[in-house]
């Protein structure tokens, strides 16, 4: 039974309707009564208008602004005047063409003649005379007083009444340091000390606050700086040991140190001196000298080891006899050292200050050995080659000339300065300078008749020779309770300069005035002329 597929009925409202359809169903009966195949049509298009968007509308809003009004101008500029100039050289002359001056031969000559003996006379004056000798023209401002530019300290070593024992400037003198120990007595040997440098030339200085702070285990006698090494100190102690810092290194600045051993100093050593070695001239050693009667030579061999090289010992029984001496305490034979200079004309001369108050001029060429039988691991030898005539009481202080090769100074406990000749024992001139004690003498770097003295009454003395050999020509007061001033150095690289350090645990540096640092006329023949005088 076959069933015949009819077709569905589609009605849409707002179509074209049952007339559409039936078109449509006409077409696809066709045929004779038979059913055929299902065939694709085309129908109307069906068009559903939107309603939403009558009802809507379009919505719109116009505006407007308006900027005020701009406003504009114009100008315009014109040079009032101007000019054109024109420049025109002449015509070269040729140098041997020019016309020679018309003047009298005959009376030029015969004033010549007239005026030739008063012309050579005054030549000759001024050829003689002596009005401008050493004179050197000087732009810098001239300073008319000694006055104090900078009082530093350390608070801790202050709080612990520490003494400012030894002062020294590095090697470009910008940065001076100081040693904090003790020189009075009491029971002081095991306290914690300090070395301390301040960068005067640091931006922003706090007197207060040193720039290099080294704690040291034993009270420190005396210091150095290298003299080619800016960042390198060497310090001896009250325990005999020396050592050697670099201020470069703040976490750990020492470099090297003797040790106890049986070549250390059994004494306070109370001054270290850098020497060039003999041989080698930019390398140096350090000197030390010490209670003990020993004055030895130290190198450094090794990482953080100063070994010994040279050393010298002074017997009783071998100093010479030349002048007349204390008789030694029964048993005594070494002679404690206390001070040492060395000359700046022969790098082997050197004086020693004894306990006994007299100097000694010694000579590192010695070569005969020291009666002693201190141990030591080199040889050590007898350096002593003439004896001074001595102070009232032990020597604390030496200072070489600088011009003169035969002059130096001594202080003492006596409070006097010796002017000594190194070829006589007894002394070219004695100044009493106080009271008490002096500490500390040196001579200028740059003026060969003034040096500067440290006394026990809180004053720094400055002298100046062609001025007055009897009384200072200036006296400036340290500490105001008159505590001892213990040291000062002159600055050779900025001269104007001079540190003191006292008993209050202070450094005071010290700007001298214009006339204790340029050197007057003839003033090395007077230092010359001096030595003579006295000496004679």
Known sequence: MATRAQPRQ???????????????????????????PLQDETLGVVSVPSQWRGVQG??????SCQTASVATAEASAQTRRHADAEVQTEAAVPVDSLPAPAHDGPQLAAFLRRVEAMVIRELNKNWQSHAFDGFEVNWTEQQETVTCLHTLGYPPAQGQGLHVTSVSWNSTGSVVACAYGRLDDGDWSTLKSFVCAWNLDRRGLNPQQPSVVVEVPSAVMCLAFHPTQPSHIAGGLYSGEVLVWDTSRPEDPLLWRTGLTDDTHTDPVYQVVWLPEPRHSHRFRVLSVATDGKVLLWQGAGPGRLQLTDGFALVVQQLPRNTKLKKPHRGETEVGTTAVAFSSFDPSLFV????GGFPLKCSLAAEDAALTRTPSSVPLRAPAQFTFSPHGGPIYSLSCSPFHRNLFLSAG????????????????TSLQLSHKYLFAVRWSPVRPLVFAAASGEGDVQLFDLQ????????????????????????NHHQTQLLAAGDAKGTVKVWQL????????PRETEDLEQLAVDVAT
């Open 10 to 36: 589609l009605c849409l409202a707002g179509s074209a309707g049952p007339a559409a359809l039936a078109t449509g169903r006409a077409a696809s009966a066709e045929g004779n009564g038979r059913s055929g």
């Open 58 to 63: 379009t919505r719109g809003e116009t505006k």
């Open 352 to 355: 020693l200050g004894t306990e």
């Open 413 to 428: 406990t006596d409070g006097h300065v010796h002017l000594h000749s190194m070829l006589q024992a007894q002394p070219l």
């Open 467 to 490: 001025k007055s050999s009897q009384k200072p020509t200036v006296s400036v007061r340290q500490t105001q309770d008159e505590s001892p001033v213990y040291c000062l150095e002159f």
């Open 513 to 520: 005035s214009t006339e204790f640092t340029e050197q007057g």
